[in-house]
């Protein structure tokens, strides 16, 4: 079976907290395919969305090269499957797929507090394992507790960057410098684009 990371999200913008939980997941989980999975229709957020294309495109940029002993996709897979990307319809997908791989969903702290909420989230422990990783402000203990309460959620402990992509986009909005946050070939991008503004 050929472990294979699944990290999906809206990456409006991918900044460097994106890309340390991938390098972190694929060390720890010793992945051996990692699937970027940019997120087509939210189903979690009300925040309005750069184009799908132009989100994938900085996804290419941000996570080109991360690895040498993973490879790493940019997926397009949730636009294919049109309307709202619930999770467990891209999971039986990807199966569907690719029936040799064994699938580990990676997803952030701040979505582990939530993922009872999740559409069918008790289908998505059957069919995946899920492994989430702490970051910034989290709290690892209480993180553990809770993964023990849902059940079939591994805790990742992760030095994640402690930045979100809401607050890229209020600072790129403001012409502040996000140098620190967003690799140059994503800022080149999004200076093209006129992303954010």
């Given at each position: ?11 409006n ?94 997803i ?27 970051r ?12 023990a ?11 994640i ?21 967003i ?15």
């Open positions: 079976m050929i472990k294979t990371g699944i990290f999906g999200g809206a990456f913008p991918p900044h460097k907290g994106h890309i340390n939980l991938a390098k972190e997941a694929i060390e720890q989980l010793k992945l051996r395919r990692l699937l970027i999975i940019p997120t087509y229709e939210s189903p979690h957020k009300d925040t309005k969305l750069a184009l799908f294309d132009d989100r994938a495109e900085m996804c290419r940029r941000a996570f080109s090269g991360i690895s040498d002993r993973c490879e790493v996709e940019i997926s397009d897979i949730e636009r294919e499957l049109g309307g709202v990307s619930y999770t467990i319809n891209t999971i039986r997908e990807l199966k569907r797929r690719c029936p040799d791989a064994r699938f580990f969903l990676i952030g702290g701040d979505m582990l507090f939530s993922f009872t909420e999740w559409y069918k989230y008790e289908s998505i422990l059957k069919e995946s394992e899920v492994c989430a990783a702490a910034g402000g989290d709290n690892f203990a209480d993180m553990l507790e809770y993964a309460e849902i059940g079939r959620i591994r805790v990742l402990p992760t030095d960057v402690d930045i979100s992509s809401t607050e890229i986009r209020s600072r790129i909005a403001a012409d502040d410098d996000v140098s620190e946050w690799g140059n070939d994503v800022m080149s991008y999004i200076k093209d684009k006129g992303l954010y503004k």
